[in-house]
């Protein structure tokens, strides 16, 4: 499986923006589909982006879309979630995940292998 650490998580106010980090370690990362999770308090983990291994298929929830950009850097075996126009509900901890290239990019059962998460915090 693939090694994954996400980094990038911080207190932002509303309004502003962050971006995570996901760094790949093991397998070879431009062999996995890549996406970003998240999980807020009390909350089941909801699928945020995905992105396929060459970056040309991306994949937003309807709350992303406009807001959030998913990229991937094969050379540096990073996936990237740009966030922008933070809002309160955005608070979770955001979780990256690797899924061998299968399926389609929202099929979240696909995704087996998981960060330990990033914590983001947006103050109203």
């Known amino acids: 499986q693939v090694q994954l650490a996400e980094s990038g998580g911080a207190l932002v106010q509303t309004g502003g923006s962050l971006r995570l980090s996901c760094a790949s370690s093991?397998?070879?990362?431009?062999?996995?589909?890549m996406a970003w999770f998240r999980q807020a308090l009390g909350k089941e983990r909801e699928l945020v982006a995905a992105?396929?291994?060459?970056?040309?298929?991306?994949y937003y929830v309807d709350f992303a879309k406009g807001r959030f950009t998913i990229s991937r850097d094969n050379a540096k075996n990073t996936v990237y979630l740009q966030m922008g126009s933070l809002k309160p509900d955005d608070t979770a901890v955001y979780y990256c995940?690797?899924?061998?290239?299968?399926?389609?990019?929202?099929?979240?059962?696909?995704?087996?292998?998981w960060g330990q998460g990033t914590q983001v915090t947006v103050s109203s």
């Open positions: 093991g397998r070879t990362f431009s062999n996995y589909d």
């Open positions: 995940a690797a899924s061998p290239n299968i399926g389609r990019l929202e099929v979240t059962t696909k995704y087996k292998s």
């Open positions: 992105i396929s291994t060459s970056g040309r298929n991306l």
